[in-house]
């Protein structure tokens, strides 16, 4: 059996996977979790990051407002289901060539050592990868750009790797992206990036159709003794529009551009009401998982159909599982 390389989170959200569940990740019974107009001026909260955080959780949520500006917001959880969000979005210090705001939106939260750093897709001449850092989620610090415009779904490793901090990515371009592979960077101090390799990329054809249009890093890969685990989404262009699935990968622990396996199968896909209608139909994308080594449970947090926020639960042993019985070949 493989194990979560990482700490002890025994108080985690949790439910047990339901009897004669198909597939190897279930819904939480009482989602979404978070609605869209849980802060006074929000449209819709959605694809937003989770991690623990003193005696409880801490987050940084997208809410796109009524009149339907991206930006994103600090907010705090006893039990990680319960969130209190601020009505304020997050106020960067730092350079001011570097704060000043276009857009916002789908964070990525990952501790590395004492500070929580925060990946976001910001706008900056065209889309690219914005990086922060706080301590407490109160105060925050902006960092340089990660990359040149085009770029979405930056998520850092949760440590270094041959002594260098590494970051999944997605170069893009201004829209909906006709391409979409998965890269892995390199920095010696998380300002200059480089050494830029490849992942992996779609898949043509009806051997895995549900990731043929594009891919994107989803949650923080997860550390275990078999390889980093890897929750990505990927999508398919079907008549009806856009289609956003999960999936799961296995990367190599050391050079984690190397793929070790892939299912063939997605893990979690558009299906229930609240995932499939809302102000973008048919969509579950990840952002966050929380782990706990002991037991190899993970939950994960991701954007239902742009609206609202889900969490479903799934463990190690499920997901290395399942790639083994629906191998990508």
């Known amino acids: 059996m493989a194990h979560i390389i990482g700490t002890s989170l025994p108080d985690m959200p949790w439910q047990d996977k339901p009897v004669n569940t198909r597939g ?74 570097i704060t000043v705001r276009e857009y916002r939106y789908d964070p990525r939260v990952c501790k590395i050592d004492d500070k929580y750093y925060i990946t976001w897709c910001n706008g900056a001449h065209g889309p690219t990868i914005g990086m922060g850092w706080t301590q407490d989620f109160k105060t925050f610090y902006q960092l340089e750009n990660a990359f040149l415009p085009y770029n979405r779904n930056g998520v850092l490793f949760p440590r270094k790797i041959r002594n260098m901090y590494m970051m999944l990515s997605r170069p893009s371009d201004t829209g909906h992206t006709p391409f979409g592979d998965i890269f892995c960077s ?39 003794s078999e390889g980093w685990l890897m929750i990505y989404h990927g999508v398919i262009n079907t008549c009806n529009g856009f289609v956003y699935r999960i999936g799961c990968a296995l990367l190599d622990i050391d050079e984690p551009w190397k793929v070790k396996a892939r299912s063939r199968n997605y893990i979690l896909g558009p299906q229930e009401l609240y995932e499939c209608v809302g102000d973008v139909p048919n969509v579950t994308f990840p952002c966050a998982a929380l782990t706990d080594a002991d037991t190899g449970r993970i939950a994960i947090y991701y954007g239902c159909a742009d609206t609202v926020t889900g969490l479903a639960f799934t463990t190690v042993d499920e997901l290395l599982n399942y790639m083994k019985e629906y191998p990508l070949a």
């Open 186 to 224: 390199q920095s010696p101090d998380l300002t200059f990036w480089g050494k830029h390799r490849w992942v992996m990329g779609t898949i043509n054809g009806d051997a895995s159709a549900w990731q043929s249009k594009k891919i994107g890093p989803g949650a923080v890969p997860i550390e275990t």
């Open 24 to 97: 190897p990740v279930w819904r939480y019974s009482q989602n979404p979790i978070i609605p869209r107009d849980a802060t006074p001026n929000s449209n819709s909260i959605f694809n937003s990051a989770v991690v623990p955080f003193k005696d409880g959780y801490a987050g940084v949520f997208r809410c796109d407002s009524r009149s339907v500006s991206m930006d994103i917001f600090p907010g705090f959880s006893k039990d990680g289901i319960n969130w209190e969000i601020s009505a304020e979005p997050i106020a960067f210090g730092g350079d001011a060539e």
